[in-house]
């Protein structure tokens, strides 16, 4: 039977799409701060720099700032083209610029410039994210594959991570602070240059000019759907959900200090959780991306606060590596829940930037829990655990009320992959 070339193209255009997402995600969980470089980030700040939990996630608060200016790149892309593109060239600069920065880091030899180098790599991957993240909730309200493509990026991302936390702990391990930071800086330079290498060859974009009408309607329909409650029921959910102080630098210390766990077993606790989200993945993929939104919240909310309130078991390696793999597949079942929820108010002509407002509220909720975490851990609750667990799964908790109030579109087969 012989297939219109619509048809073909259309094809075409979604399976180059979907490799270069897994070659985007891949290269954004080896190169940003969560991947291969955060625990020997972690570890260069503890042992080679003395610092206590509480100034470790200062830093690391400060860190997440380019990710909170996430909305800043995506108007910037959604509304001013650069070199003729919308997309495509941010994506180039954006990753060229994490490649640099790791490189520079990885050469560095002070404190701030190290910090520094990491900050402007954030920048790079960041933007690169909000592109990405964009990109997919557009070609999703044209094709309907929304959920594969979301699903698709964070198995992708969470892969890396699992490569990256074994690949980060055998580092800190076997090598001094000062080494495991240079090396996984290095290494991690590679792949965003890639990137920006395939992001020119890969993706086929119309060019685009700067048009004052088609930036004023734009912030318009922005300005509709800000105006709207179930928007702001959205960022409210996002924020509640994302503030859980209890992970993160204090469990890294109550790992480290408290259970006397060896960095190459924290590593191996990151692969875990890594693995546990994309099982998480998977199982939105086949079965939760099916269902309606509401039912989707109730049953993330549900897992979400079991997940947390399990570390109050925490007392073993093997009480570590069954809670961190239940912690994956919660977090990512609910983070594929937002991400779609998010899609959902995204206004036209604006997507890329409406989904990094919601993205950068949600990274902004998880800059102060670090900053909160930290301090509460190490000053309130004397390097404790289990009071800033019960605090982070009460205020996960606190999401339910919002449920009633989130009616968006809510057929589920607006989230159906087509095969």
């Known amino acids: 039977m012989n ?46 720099l003395g610092l206590t939990a509480a100034e470790i996630s200062a830093y690391l608060s400060v860190m997440m700032l380019p990710w909170v200016l996430k909305p800043l790149y995506g ?60 990109l997919a909730a557009e070609a999703g309200a044209n094709d309907g594959r929304s959920s594969h493509y979301f699903s698709l990026q964070s198995f992708c991302y969470y892969a890396a991570l699992l490569i990256s936390s074994l690949a980060g702990g055998y580092l800190c391990h076997t090598l001094s602070p000062t080494a495991s930071l240079t090396v996984a800086a290095a290494v991690a330079a590679v792949p965003p240059l890639i990137v920006s290498v395939l992001a020119a060859l890969m993706l086929k974009e119309e060019k ?16 509709s ?93 093997f009480s570590a590596i069954v809670l961190e793999l239940c912690r994956g597949v919660a977090n990512m079942v609910a983070v594929l829940v937002i991400y779609s929820l998010a899609a959902k108010v995204c206004p036209p002509r604006a997507a890329v930037s409406m989904m990094a407002v919601l993205i950068a509220v949600k990274n902004l909720a998880t800059e102060v829990a670090t900053f909160i975490g930290g301090y509460l851990f190490t000053v309130v609750f004397d390097n404790q655990l289990a009071p800033l667990v019960v605090v982070a799964a009460g205020v996960t908790a606190l999401c339910a009320f919002l449920v009633p109030f989130l009616r968006v579109n809510n057929q589920a087969e607006d989230d159906q992959n087509k095969s």
């Open 208 to 223: 685009a000019q700067f048009n004052k009408p088609v930036l004023v309607a734009t912030i318009q329909s922005l300005r």
């Open 75 to 134: 108007m910037l892309c959604d509304f001013v083209p650069l070199f003729g593109y919308r997309r495509k060239s941010y994506l180039v600069l954006a990753n060229a610029i994490s490649a640099a920065a790791l490189v520079a880091m990885a050469f560095a030899t002070s404190t701030v410039a190290i910090v520094g180098a990491l900050l402007a790599a954030a920048v790079g991957v960041a933007a690169s994210t909000a592109v990405a993240s964009g």
């Open 225 to 317: 759907v800000t105006r709207s409650r179930v928007f702001w029921m959205v960022v409210l959910f996002i924020w509640l959900w994302d503030f859980s102080p209890s992970f993160g630098v204090p469990l890294y210390f109550y790992e480290s200090k408290t259970l006397g766990f060896s960095q190459g077993f924290i590593g191996q606790l990151g692969a875990w959780n890594a693995v546990g989200m994309m099982v998480g993945a998977l199982v939105y993929r086949l079965w939760f991306g099916r269902q309606g939104m509401n039912h989707q919240l109730c049953y993330a909310i549900t897992a979400g606060v079991a997940s947390t309130l399990g570390f109050l078991l925490l007392s073993s390696a």
């Open 3 to 48: 297939v219109p070339d619509s048809e073909k193209s259309q094809r075409n255009g979604f399976g180059q799409l979907t490799w270069f997402f897994v070659f985007a995600y891949v290269a954004h969980g080896l190169a940003s701060q969560f991947g291969l470089v955060a625990q020997p980030m972690q570890f260069f700040m503890m042992e080679q």
